[in-house]
């Protein structure tokens, strides 16, 4: 007669057979048959794989370059209620997403962007993190650089693109790296802005593994 404390060492026989006869079941040309048909659909006439995920990394970019413009206007221009913009700013980086989904969506319906490349990269421009970051590293860059562009004839938006630009490559690459792990993941912001396969990021590609037969897991697993 068994006992209880024989109980656990016979569930892990029962799975380790469970898991060797499920392998034995697995022929080579079912194993090939996934492969290949993964290989279709990523040698199609688009890899779109390679469409998702420049789509992510061209929004996050954008957002990055948005964050610069902010920044340094909050950095180096001078105008009414700076303080104010940049409080206002910093208190809005913890309000959640999902307060603003709604109301996000509608902004973007009314512009005419949903279902469109700009409703992925358009609202999020104004990241208030990014904002803050760049802000930061204005304030320690020297105003000696633009103040010798200035004499050379550029304007503020000239300075900016010409001087004070190019000297923001490591903040613009670590924006640019930290959003894409913060957004990679989204779904539910791309599942209601865009429904056209072009647009699609690769979370909504994933998923679409799940929900279009037969089950694709080679490229499941891959993603």
């Given at each position: 007669m068994?006992?209880?404390s024989?109980?656990?060492?016979?569930l892990?026989?029962?799975?380790?057979?469970?898991?060797?006869?499920g392998?034995a079941?697995?022929s080579?040309?079912?194993?090939?048959a996934?492969?290949?048909e993964?290989?279709e659909?990523?040698?199609?006439?688009?890899?779109?794989g390679m469409?998702?995920?420049?789509n992510?990394?061209?929004?996050?970019?954008?957002?990055?370059?948005?964050?610069?413009l902010?920044?340094?206007?909050?950095?180096r221009?001078k105008?009414?209620?700076k303080?104010f913009?940049?409080?206002?700013?910093?208190?809005?980086?913890?309000?959640?997403?999902?307060?603003?989904?709604?109301?996000?969506?509608?902004?973007?319906?009314t512009?005419k962007?949903?279902n469109?490349f700009?409703?992925?990269?358009?609202?999020?421009?104004?990241?208030?993190f990014?904002?803050?970051?760049?802000?930061?590293?204005?304030m320690?860059?020297?105003?000696?650089?633009?103040?010798?562009?200035?004499?050379?004839?550029?304007?503020?938006?000239?300075?900016f693109v010409r001087v004070?630009?190019?000297?923001?490559k490591?903040v613009i690459?670590?924006?640019?790296?930290?959003?894409?792990?913060?957004h990679w993941?989204?779904?539910?912001?791309?599942l209601?802005?865009?429904?056209s396969?072009?647009?699609?990021?690769?979370?909504?590609?994933?998923?679409?593994f799940?929900?279009?037969?037969?089950?694709r897991?080679?490229?499941?697993?891959?993603?």
């Amino acid at each position: 007669m068994l006992s209880y404390s024989s109980l656990p060492t016979l569930l892990v026989i029962n799975t380790i057979m469970g898991l060797a006869e499920g392998a034995a079941n697995i022929s080579l040309a079912s194993m090939v048959a996934d492969c290949v048909e993964y290989g279709e659909w990523k040698t199609g006439k688009r890899s779109e794989g390679m469409i998702f995920s420049s789509n992510i990394f061209k929004t996050k970019l954008a957002s990055a370059i948005g964050g610069a413009l902010c920044g340094y206007a909050l950095a180096r221009l001078k105008f009414p209620g700076k303080n104010f913009i940049l409080s206002a700013i910093i208190a809005l980086y913890i309000v959640p997403f999902e307060t603003v989904v709604l109301p996000l969506y509608l902004v973007s319906n009314t512009l005419k962007i949903t279902n469109t490349f700009f409703a992925l990269f358009v609202p999020f421009i104004g990241n208030c993190f990014n904002i803050f970051l760049f802000r930061q590293f204005f304030m320690s860059l020297p105003k000696e650089l633009e103040e010798a562009a200035s004499i050379d004839g550029c304007g503020v938006f000239g300075t900016f693109v010409r001087v004070v630009l190019p000297n923001t490559k490591p903040v613009i690459a670590t924006a640019t790296v930290l959003t894409i792990v913060t957004h990679w993941s989204d779904f539910m912001w791309p599942l209601m802005a865009v429904t056209s396969p072009k647009q699609k990021t690769i979370q909504l590609a994933i998923q679409g593994f799940f929900t279009d037969p037969p089950v694709r897991y080679a490229p499941i697993m891959a993603a």
